[in-house]
């Protein structure tokens, strides 16, 4: 299968620890977005990467949130001293070059996070 | 500002009959929106997307929505659920100059044997 990839699937962790996932977008796409969906609502923009520059942030992403795309490649999403209102299905997705948007974007199945 | 507003949390039918999910939308400008589905358990897929070409546009198995300016509408239909319809469906607005989309917060789609 050569979608986007994320790992872990499921992560339960203790309040206060921390926590990193890791996307694998399709292998061509030079675009990649994070998003967060909690129960019952539509996903929400986190961050955008264009190759391994990362062009927006929400502020959604309190300064214990970090991405990165290092290569340009996959990106990982680190959330530092988690909290209960953290938990929440983080989403990876990434889109094909082009000369502009074209709002197709496929998603992996993304990451639960549980904090306890 | 870009924005979506699903009218209706939870729509049920039966196998066989027309499906409506309603989308109204809010945009300073000739917005690109989109119907985005998904399964449980599934990522995200594409359902279809209004470009500002034709004003009905089709998707895939069988969805289609129509783009009405005058009532900032896009609503989602299909003549005959199918048991495999059932799903969460986003009405998505792309906004800002990333490409990144806005979701509303969604409509679950059941269907009924």
């Known amino acids: 299968d050569t979608g986007v990839s994320q790992d872990p699937r499921h992560k339960i962790t203790k309040r206060g620890q921390n926590v990193t996932f890791r996307c694998d977008p399709i292998?061509?796409?030079?675009?990649l977005y994070w998003y967060r969906q909690t129960l019952g609502q539509g996903p929400e923009f986190l961050t955008y990467f264009q190759n391994e520059a990362q062009l927006e942030k929400s502020r959604l992403l309190s300064d214990r949130f970090s991405a990165e795309r290092p290569k340009g490649s996959f990106s990982t999403l680190e959330i530092q001293r988690t909290e209960q209102g953290d938990s929440a299905m983080y989403l990876c997705?990434?889109?094909?070059?082009?000369?502009?948007?074209?709002?197709?974007?496929?998603f992996g199945e993304g990451s639960r996070l549980t904090v306890l | 500002a870009q924005s979506v507003t699903q009218l209706d949390s939870h729509v049920s039918v039966s196998e066989g009959t027309p499906v409506l999910l309603r989308c109204n939308y809010s945009?300073?400008?000739?917005?690109?929106l989109f119907w985005y589905v998904q399964h449980p358990n599934k990522g995200l897929q594409l359902l279809l997307k209004?470009?500002?070409?034709?004003?009905l546009v089709k998707g895939i198995n069988g969805f289609e929505a129509e783009f009405k300016k005058s009532e900032t509408s896009f609503h989602l239909t299909k003549p005959s659920a199918h048991m495999s319809d059932a799903a969460e469906y986003f009405c998505v607005v792309m906004g800002g100059n990333t490409g990144k989309l806005i979701f509303g917060q969604g409509t679950t789609l059941q269907v009924k044997p």
């Open positions: 997705a990434s889109s094909s070059p082009g000369t502009g948007y074209s709002g197709e974007l496929f």
């Open positions: 209004y470009t500002s070409a034709a004003t």
């Open positions: 292998s061509e796409h030079n675009r």
């Open positions: 945009s300073s400008y000739s917005p690109s």
